[in-house]
């Protein structure tokens, strides 16, 4: 099992950029799929991006897709979101999670969550 920690969230201007990053505890990281997931306020969390075990899949969903990458250094335990060209509408908490086998986009399939990241975007 792995336990998760986010940081890098903040209030940025929209146009703006953001890396957040997801630090895993335990020496079978490299076992695991991640997503990272959202949720604003008063809205069910959904996914923004997942990552393959070894990295060379990655997914989106098509809000983000074009502006945010996601990658990961199993060697550092640590999947990051890279965020770009920032909208108000990605003001949300950010989380990361990790389930082994395959990424999926719903977040009833993963069994392992960070506390989340705050991440605002000014207009």
């Known amino acids: 099992q792995v336990q998760l920690v986010e940081s890098g969230g903040e209030l940025v201007q929209a146009g703006g950029s953001l890396r957040l990053s997801c630090a895993a505890s335990?020496?079978?990281?490299?076992?695991?799929?991640m997503g990272w997931f959202r949720q604003a306020p008063g809205k069910g969390r959904e996914f923004a991006a997942g990552?393959?075990?070894?990295?060379?899949?990655?997914y989106y969903s098509d809000s983000v897709k074009g502006r945010f990458t996601i990658s990961r250094d199993n060697a550092k335990n640590t999947v990051y979101l890279q965020m770009n060209s920032l909208k108000p509408e990605d003001t949300a908490v950010y989380y990361c999670?990790?389930?082994?086998?395959?990424?999926?986009?719903?977040?009833?399939?993963?069994?392992?969550w960070g506390q989340g990241t705050q991440v605002t975007v000014s207009s």
């Open positions: 990552i393959n075990w070894g990295g060379d899949s990655t």
């Open positions: 999670a990790a389930r082994k086998g395959i990424v999926f986009t719903t977040s009833l399939r993963y069994a392992t």
């Open positions: 335990g020496r079978t990281f490299s076992n695991y799929a």
